[in-house]
């Protein structure tokens, strides 16, 4: 019998050390028996044996495998309003661009090991003084709302979870329940009690009759671990902080984006497919590109009416605004005179004056459709060519033999140089397929005319002109038009990786968000072949918008004062194409917000007894901190808010930059202005590299040798001598 019992112990042994020791949880739009009563849509305080979780009330219900919601965008834009700006300053903006970096510096899902061996099981650090001062880390808090709206749930609080509750004849609080666990392992799949190598066991707290509810709460089986681990789950006490992801994290994610996960669901939202099956071969045209400085000079001196007269097929979308300016305009006149000493006879002589005026001018400002820039450049070559007819100074008097002077001189001088194409109406672009023919051409500005005609006082037939010549480079292609494909419901892979990049509002003051246009590439699954569809996004708004309000309860709410907002969210679920009768699978889409708080440092009393400011003990603070010896940065900080507002005044007034050629020498100066010179130039983490084989010089030179073609989006940041930083996003596009 002893032998026997042996034997059944070490199974059970060792079906115990086979089950998984880490886990995470799918996050989804609340199935219907996800209700309050089983506590699905209630955030508790302090039921748990952990530290205390601040009551997030939840925003989805966790998900079985299969149902899952994810992004399938691969770019998220995000931005700052004024209200963040104003409460966090340029600290609280770092801080944010942590957590961001974070996610960023993820790997493509499919490039991780198997097992996850190289991702940590626990990420959280703690700093003493911190802790002491009672701060909230801003980082952590942002780097956890961010892995909510990437689809993953807490993993702790959904390890054991109710799935019913059904009362027993003797009334409360006499109930069955059913448990469920709803955290799988990265790895197999399967259901598990552990996260990141923590056991979590289980106890169902019923709160009947006070409240028709009840939870099953976890409780770890060793209470010398630590309670909540992963990234996902509401780790946020006084003084930890998160040093990047965990095992779980990683986990969860690559079981979201993974490439082998095919899920029916709706096109990108707000985008445009572009290819995709859809390019026309047997409509192959030639197509012509134009002079993109003509269009640019015109789209500012000329109104929308006229402008679309100048230029047939353009169509102007946005907001068209008109401002004025004041114009300071170099005059050039030549003229031909006879000075009162001149000799007799002699010829008229040349004069070339300058003048300056200034005027005030409307300047039109308008947002193009479909325009599709070839070439874009900052500068380029100019000859000025000066051509003079006049006598021949080695002819006989009176002969009138003229000849003729040409010169010139050539350099590089600063204007919109380019060239681009328009899209026709019901067309979503072209597909290049050959380049037929370039040429070089040149475009002749008249700068001024000096002539002697017959008939006036001096008939010699001088003449005098002054041409500015610039020149541009003119593309024929060979094309296939791209048709505009429906943007519907398809079997698309996960996508692998997804990247966060920050869109500013007009200058840092959040008065506008400026559009841009993302593209990217999905892979559609039909009848088992994979095809790459490419999808245009235009972005009129931050897909992920950081603010900060008083998130607090009126004064008249009844009850306790038990816990403070830190947080409001929001999050959205796409439930097109969920599968009948289950709550997914789905997309998260945005646009979405995370709210900090900003009620500042608050303190709690009670009375009768304690009424004083001994006998107070202070909520959570905002702070930014981590593992050095430096001071924590307690919010509001008026030397961060400083800072933000002498960012105000520095902007990096390079907007673009020149293209390049794979295998040629490349060099390209960044420019700023404002706040304290010299000025100090890096690339921004996680948001965009250069073209492979250059690099960017602390003095703001792009140079080197670029090695591989495409198009290269990348964020640099500029701080001044006071370390004042302001950041752009930039793009070079190189070419084969």
């Known amino acids: 019998m002893w032998q026997l019992l042996k034997r059944s112990l070490l199974v059970l042994l060792l079906a115990a050390g086979a089950q998984s020791a880490w886990a995470f949880s799918l996050l989804g739009n609340f199935d219907d028996w996800q209700v309050n009563q089983l506590a699905y849509q209630t955030g508790f305080i302090g039921f748990n044996d952990g530290p205390v979780n601040y009551g997030d009330v939840p925003v989805g219900g966790p998900m079985n495998l299969g149902e899952e919601f994810r992004w399938n965008i691969p770019i998220i834009n995000y931005a700052?309003?004024?209200?963040?700006?104003?409460?966090?300053?340029?600290?609280?903006?770092?801080?944010?661009?942590?957590?961001?970096?974070?996610?960023?510096?993820?790997?493509?899902?499919?490039s991780y090991s198997s097992a996850l061996n190289e991702v940590p099981l626990e990420a959280t650090r703690l700093n003493f003084r911190a802790s002491a001062l009672g701060l909230l880390d801003l980082k952590s808090a942002a780097l956890h709302y961010l892995v909510e709206k990437m689809g993953l749930a807490d993993p702790v609080r959904y390890t054991w979870t109710l799935r019913r509750r059904a009362p027993l004849p003797a009334g409360c609080p006499f109930f069955d329940y059913l448990v469920i666990k709803r955290n799988f392992d990265p790895v197999t799949w399967e259901p598990s009690s552990y996260v990141n190598g923590v056991l979590y066991t289980y106890r169902i707290v019923e709160f009947c009759p006070v409240v028709d509810q009840a939870e099953a709460f976890e409780h770890r089986v060793d209470p010398l671990t630590q309670f909540y681990t992963a990234v996902a789950s509401p780790n946020l006490f006084n003084g930890a902080f998160f040093t990047g992801l965990t095992r779980d994290d990683v986990g969860g994610l690559r079981y979201l984006l993974r490439t082998n996960n095919v899920n029916k669901e709706d096109g990108p939202l707000g985008s445009i497919l572009i290819s995709g099956g859809f390019t026309n071969s047997s409509a192959r045209q030639l197509l012509t590109t134009s002079n993109l400085a003509t269009l640019v000079w015109a789209s500012l001196t000329n109104d929308p009416g006229t402008l679309l007269t100048l230029f047939p097929g353009l169509i102007l979308a946005g907001t068209n605004t008109t401002t004025f300016t004041n114009v300071v305009s170099t005059n050039v006149f030549a003229y031909f005179t006879n000075?009162?000493?001149?000799p007799a006879g002699s010829p008229a002589s040349l004069v070339v004056t300058t003048n300056l005026s200034t005027n005030v001018e409307p300047r039109f400002h308008v947002t193009f459709a479909n325009v599709v820039t070839n070439r874009f450049y900052t500068n380029g070559f100019a000859t000025t060519r000066d051509t003079t007819v006049s006598p021949d100074p080695y002819a006989p008097a009176g002969s009138g033999i003229l000849v003729t002077n040409v010169k010139n001189s050539t350099g590089i001088k600063g204007f919109v140089n380019g060239d681009y194409f328009l899209v026709p109406p019901g067309l979503c672009g072209y597909s290049i397929v050959s380049t037929q023919l370039v040429t070089l051409i040149p475009v002749t500005n008249?700068?001024?005319?000096?002539?002697?005609?017959?008939?006036?006082?001096?008939?010699?037939?001088?003449?005098?002109?002054?041409?500015?010549?610039?020149?541009?480079?003119?593309?024929?292609?060979?094309?296939?038009?791209?048709?505009?494909?429906?943007?519907?419901?398809?079997?698309?892979?996960?996508?692998?990786?997804?990247?966060?990049?920050?869109?500013?509002?007009?200058?840092?003051?959040?008065?506008?968000?400026?559009?841009?246009?993302?593209?990217?590439?999905?892979?559609?699954?039909t009848n088992n072949v994979a095809i790459v569809q490419t999808f245009d996004r235009v972005i009129n708004q931050p897909d992920i918008l950081f603010s900060a309000d008083d998130l607090q309860q009126p004064p008249t709410d009844p009850g306790p004062i038990v816990s403070i907002n830190f947080v409001n969210r929001s999050i959205r679920f796409n439930t097109n194409n969920i599968l009948a009768g289950l709550p997914g699978p789905g997309l998260i889409e945005p646009t979405m917000s995370i709210i900090f708080d900003k009620l500042g440092t608050a303190f709690l009393n009670e009375g009768p007894f304690f009424?004083?400011?001994?006998?107070?003990?202070?909520?959570?603070?905002?702070?930014?901190?981590?593992?050095?010896?430096?001071?924590?940065?307690?919010?509001?900080?008026?030397?961060?808010?400083?800072?933000?507002?002498?960012?105000?005044?520095?902007?990096v007034t390079t907007t673009s930059l020149p293209g390049g050629s794979a295998g040629s020498p490349y060099n390209a100066q960044l420019q700023g202005s404002g706040g304290q010179t010299p000025y100090s130039w890096a690339l921004v983490s996680g948001q965009g590299t250069l073209p492979p084989g250059l690099g960017l010089s602390s003095d703001g030179t792009i140079s080197g040798t670029p090695t591989a073609g495409g198009n290269f989006n990348f964020t640099v940041r500029m701080t001044d001598s006071g370390a004042r930083s302001v950041t752009r996003e930039l793009s070079i596009t190189i070419s084969p």
């Open 80 to 110: 700052f309003d004024q209200n963040f700006l104003d409460y966090f300053g340029s600290n609280g903006v770092y801080a944010i661009e942590e957590a961001i970096a974070i996610l960023n510096n993820v790997s493509n899902i499919s």
């Open 339 to 342: 000075f009162p000493y001149s």
């Open 446 to 525: 008249v700068v001024t005319v000096a002539t002697n005609a017959p008939g006036t006082t001096n008939v010699d037939g001088q003449s005098f002109e002054r041409d500015i010549i610039t020149y541009f480079t003119n593309y024929i292609f060979v094309v296939d038009p791209i048709e505009c494909g429906t943007n519907g419901p398809a079997f698309h892979q996960g996508i692998d990786k997804m990247t966060f990049v920050r869109r500013s509002f007009d200058s840092l003051l959040g008065q506008f968000f400026e559009p841009v246009t993302n593209r990217f590439q999905l892979t559609m699954v």
């Open 611 to 651: 009424m004083d400011e001994q006998s107070n003990f202070a909520f959570l603070t905002w702070g930014s901190f981590g593992g050095t010896t430096n001071d924590p940065i307690v919010y509001p900080s008026g030397t961060s808010i400083a800072a933000f507002e002498n960012q105000v005044l520095m902007q």
